[in-house]
């Protein structure tokens, strides 16, 4: 039997959490492999071997190794193709392309302000960092923005990528969960926008995210 492939850091980490649901997804077993960065073990010469920017996640499956979280999705669903939710990354050019187009929408578009909203509001206040203001001001308008175009898309389609859950819409989960939850942002980003709002009930009531979440609320050795 393989051994089951490997993802190195904590499930609280968005990147490592969006990897994890993917896995789940797709039914492959997994080892999660502790890495402790507030002693900084992601930027330890051997660590670095397998991650070179001193990131979390890393990935390891056999003899070869991965890091950038949706690049390892991306991996895991063709390599593990009959495996799980066949089609999480879709089947023919077309949809995998309409797949892609809204992974890429989630990378450039929203998770720059969601990411810096989701350290700002539920990272910095645990770290004891002041929170910036006008950061967290600038992130609000544009998330604000990306949603608008979120809620235009969901009016006509279920899921972002066409009537079925992919990896378009799990892309979205862990910065999302940080803003509705420790983030308070709810009912003024999320609730208030209907379709958004359904969409987010809906994904994020998958078995694999709400497994995620579990780990993400296990305490660590
Ligand atoms: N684009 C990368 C982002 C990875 C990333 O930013 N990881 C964060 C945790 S969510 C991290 O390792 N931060 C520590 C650091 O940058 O030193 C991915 O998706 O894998």
Redesign the pocket.
């Known amino acids: 039997m393989a051994a089951p492939v490997k993802v190195y850091?904590p499930p609280l980490?968005?990147?490592?959490s969006?990897v994890l649901a993917c896995l789940l997804e797709k039914d492959v077993e997994f080892q999660l492999v502790p890495v402790n960065?507030s002693k900084g073990d992601?930027?330890s010469p051997d660590y670095l071997k397998i991650q070179p920017?001193?990131?979390?996640?890393a990935f390891q499956d056999d003899y070869i190794t991965l890091?950038?979280?949706?690049a390892?999705c991306r991996y895991i669903c063709d390599e593990y193709g009959d495996r799980g939710n066949k089609g999480l990354y879709g089947t023919d050019p077309l949809v995998k392309a309409s797949i892609d187009q809204w992974v890429e929408a989630e990378?450039q578009s929203y998770n720059p302000p969601s990411?810096a909203l989701v350290f700002q509001l539920a990272f910095a206040p645990r770290m004891g960092i002041k929170q910036d203001e006008r950061l967290i001001r600038q992130s609000d308008e544009k998330l604000s923005k990306v949603l608008d175009v979120y809620e235009g898309r969901l009016g006509s389609s279920r899921f972002l990528a066409g009537d079925e859950f992919t990896m378009a819409d799990l892309s979205h989960l862990p910065n999302t969960q940080y803003l509705v939850t420790a983030g308070g942002r709810a009912d003024a980003m999320f609730g208030s926008r209907k379709n958004v709002g359904r969409w987010w009930e809906e994904i994020s009531s998958r078995e694999s995210w709400k497994k995620v979440v579990e780990m993400q609320q296990q305490k660590g050795p």
Do not use: L, N
């Open positions: 850091g980490s968005t990147a490592v969006r960065m992601h930027k920017f001193g990131q979390v996640p890091f950038e979280s949706r390892i990378g990411s």
